[in-house]
């Protein structure tokens, strides 16, 4: 029960695959005085935000950044190249493909849902020959868009992107690809202008390590001129007033200024660091959760070990147990808050994150929280996932000093 007048002792384990433990540097610069949004101090903070955002996504064309969830930049990205009625194929990879095929339909676009078949369908990527064969099969070229999750966050699986755009360029289909890295960003590798993405989105909540309350789409030169003529109606989100103001640095309407001075810090933490560096640090926390749910002899979501998700691991449960009693007694007896199964996988199993602001011992500490948690239950365990895990990172040390990030 939520208990306003009480409050634990210690951090909370925020181990839910975003929101993510925002870092201490990131919670101060949001706590700086809020600034006129149409002064001049105010551009330099946005041509800086604009600019470190095209660093993160990787890419030399404009980024926008909303004042909205993640919702909002899925949004955005189809009112701002589509028109009503428009054909658009969507993979249903888990629970958010679902959710953004869904928004999707009722903006009035024709959606086609493709994917594998049941809940198994959700243990794997997107399979990019199946829609160079749809996109094969649309000669008159009706496919106007082609949606697809980077990290599908419900299951832990991190799907190929670069070969959906090998599999769009040998269909020689001229459909835009649009890719959800809500939660990808920052946290797995993502190239926005290498793999020809048209639109990129994304969240504050995940890498950024930021609190929920931005997002943002990054753009390609084929997406902008596709807005030119598009007809769903838009005025929020639309894209031109947005990147004309953006040129000075300025917003067409008050954008989240304290967010901002977060983005500033986070974008300064992870370009600082490398991302590279950032990427490797997730794989290597990854491998660590994995070798606990397998010393458990628990199954992990992902099924195809070379899509695992650096950013979270699903955990399923044996039959007859349901994950989210499990995930209560993690959260009430060790404060410790696990994703839930969405979805089809509801009760199914549990997600742990590990993204953002994380280290060896904090991940630790949580996959001890699940195997106490998991024992209570009355799951039997095959062995210690925290041994394999504490094993893991001990035979794995990170490939730079925590002393000095070299
Ligand atoms: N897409 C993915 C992959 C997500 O993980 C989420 C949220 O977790 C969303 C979309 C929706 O974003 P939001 O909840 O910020 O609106």
Redesign the pocket.
Known sequence: MLQLDFHPTGRHFLQI??PSPVPDRVLRAMSLPTIDHRGPEFAVLGRKVLSDMQKIFKTRHPVVIYP???????EAALVNVLSPGDKVIMFET?H??S??NKLAGRLGLQTELLGLPGAEGWRQGVQADMIEQRLRADAGHQIRAVCV??????TGVTSDIHAVRQAIDRAGHPALLMV?????LAAADYRHDAWGVDVS?S????GLMLP?GI?FNALSPKAIEASKTAKLPRSFWAWDEMLEMNKTGYFPYTPNTNLLYGLSESCDMLLGEGLDQVFARHQRWAAGARAAVQAWGLEIQCADSALYSPILTGVMMPEGVDADAVRRVIYERFDCSLGTGLGKVKGRMFRIGHLGDCNDLTLIAALAGCEMGLKLSGVKLAGSGVQAAMAYFAEHPAPYSLATGK
Do not use: M, R, Y
């Open positions: 695959p975003g909205a969830s993640g919702t909002g930049a899925w888990g958010f493909a959710l953004w999750v980077h990290n599908e966050t419900s959800d890295t809500i939660s990808g989105i969240g504050s909540q995940k929920p997002c």
